[in-house]
């Protein structure tokens, strides 16, 4: 990628290399999001495949936002190699979701338990697509981890740090909450202070039992998880 200037803003212009990455990393997004709208399930592509600021080594993340039975979704995926099924869980206060871990560096993860506003507006802040945006191949802006925001262009993004702009901008340029910026500039910024932390559950699920089962085992030993189950 090369660096350039564009109204006074960072403007990265990709390379053929990358287009290449890019375009590789999204076949595998559309193939995987087609055969769960097959099977009658909306899905978001968020993130660096969603902007288009993608690494070689970059994840495909795909959501489902909002709680379907993870057998569905297993059916869904049958053909695809599943290499690990698993419970996650940021924060004890954030939702718990069911990540399956398949090939090509490939996340399809949903919720376990019924999601607030502000956690559906995480995937709009790092910037997501529908099923008919990414069909159309599209690309949204975001922010990432760095604490950038990335707004695409013909040639490749703008870059632009949300400390030099105020949190309304950010706000109206990603359609989220004044709330949901502040916050999540809070998080980031105190993950670079001290460094990624720890999240609060990771749980391998076993082969022999399902995401919801394995959740209750998981409840009976931990207050925590009961409470944000409501059980």
């Known amino acids: 990628m090369k660096v350039a200037t564009y109204e006074g803003k960072g403007e990265v212009v990709y390379t053929e290399e990358h287009w290449e990455i890019f375009k590789d990393k999204r076949r595998r997004a559309k193939e995987i999001t087609k055969r769960l709208k097959e099977f009658g399930i909306d899905s978001l592509v968020y993130g660096s495949v969603a902007r288009g600021d993608v690494k070689r080594n970059s994840d495909i993340d795909i959501f489902i936002p909002y709680q379907i039975p993870s057998y569905k979704i297993e059916i869904a995926l049958d053909g695809f190699e599943i290499v690990e099924r698993r419970i996650i869980q940021a924060t004890p206060n954030y939702a718990i979701k069911g990540e399956f871990v398949l090939t090509d560096s490939t996340i399809v993860s949903f919720p376990l338990v019924k999601m607030k506003e502000n956690e559906l507006d995480f995937y709009r802040f790092g910037g997501c697509l529908g099923y008919d945006g990414l069909?159309?191949?599209?690309?949204?802006?975001?922010?990432?981890?760095?604490?950038?925001?990335?707004?695409?262009?013909?040639?490749?993004?703008?870059?632009?740090?949300?400390?030099?702009?105020?949190?309304?901008?950010?706000?109206?340029?990603?359609?989220?909450?004044?709330?949901?910026?502040?916050?999540?500039?809070?998080?980031?910024?105190?993950?670079?202070e001290i460094g990624r932390t720890g999240i609060f559950l990771y749980k391998v699920v076993p082969s022999f039992t399902s995401f919801e089962a394995y959740l209750m085992e998981i409840a009976k030993e931990n207050p925590m998880v009961r409470k944000r189950l409501n059980i």
């Open 135 to 192: 069909m159309e191949d599209k690309r949204v802006a975001g922010v990432d981890k760095r604490l950038i925001l990335i707004i695409p262009t013909e040639n490749g993004h703008l870059e632009i740090p949300i400390k030099d702009v105020q949190p309304s901008y950010v706000a109206k340029t990603l359609g989220v909450r004044l709330e949901i910026v502040k916050e999540r500039m809070r998080v980031l910024e105190r993950r670079r």
